[in-house]
């Protein structure tokens, strides 16, 4: 019996195989490159994008890939013009992002 694409679990199944390739394959890129709070970065710059698109009514994956790809390309930026470690940049911008996120939560929750 060939496998429906409107079957009930195939779209699960897909998700979990991509997310089961793509993370552990950016753990050993960030790993190798000595960049390990890049990934902590990423995942808190999340947050702001997740409460804007939220409040402008777009889908949620889309405000928070693109908060993350800019909170890293903007770390990036202060990284290379401070000569500063990626890493110390990393810690300082943390909290930045996330206090943001939290911020924009509360004024539009």
């Known amino acids: 019996m060939p496998v429906a694409i409107e079957s009930w679990w195939f779209i699960p199944l897909l998700m979990t195989l991509l997310v089961g390739i793509l993370c552990p ?3 050993a890129i960030l790993i190798t490159h000595r960049r390990l709070m890049q990934a902590n970065l990423i995942s808190h710059s999340v947050l702001p994008g997740l409460a ?4 402008i009514g777009i889908d949620s994956t889309i405000g928070g890939v693109l908060s993350g790809l800019l909170g890293a390309l903007v770390a990036e930026r202060i990284a290379l013009k401070s000569l500063e470690n990626n890493d110390a940049v990393s810690i300082q911008f943390l909290p930045v992002r996330l206090a943001l996120g939290f911020c924009l939560f509360l004024y539009w929750g």
Do not use: F, K, M, N
């Open 25 to 27: 394959a950016t753990g």
């Open 52 to 55: 804007l698109a939220l409040a």
